[in-house]
């Protein structure tokens, strides 16, 4: 499996930018295809996920009404729509997925053995 992650650049504070994560391989099937995001000297952290059969989504309480995860099943592609950016959103944003899917870990890097390159998004006036 092969992920492809686009969308990143530098906005204002207040604006908006839109993640896409194409999914590709020989015998791709995944359940579950999350964002995570790492800012400069800290640590990797889960940003939002997505089921691919019923479209069920999970996101950090950091986001919440702020970022919107779809899916494209027809084009394996997933979306990360960010509104309302904050300077502390800034990082590089990186797409996984992975075959099984645990409801109850959809937060944890563990719980995805697919991983793209990442996209770098930097909020900033």
């Known amino acids: 499996v092969q992920l492809q992650a686009s969308g990143g650049g530098l906005v204002q504070p207040g604006g908006s930018l839109r993640l896409s994560c194409a999914a590709s391989g020989r015998t791709f099937s995944s359940s579950v295809m999350g964002w995570f995001r790492q800012a400069p000297g800290k640590e990797r952290e889960f940003v939002a996920a997505i089921t691919w059969s019923r479209g069920s989504t999970y996101y950090a309480d950091s986001v919440k009404g702020r970022f919107t995860i779809s899916r494209d099943n027809a084009k394996n592609t997933v979306h990360l729509q960010m509104n309302s950016l904050k300077p502390e959103d800034r990082a590089v944003y990186y797409c996984?997925?992975?075959?099984?899917?645990?409801?109850?870990?959809?937060?944890?890097?563990?719980?995805?053995?697919?991983w793209g390159q990442g996209t770098e998004v930097t909020v900033s006036s």
């Open positions: 996984a997925a992975d075959n099984t899917f645990n409801r109850l870990r959809a937060d944890s890097q563990a719980s995805y053995r697919y």
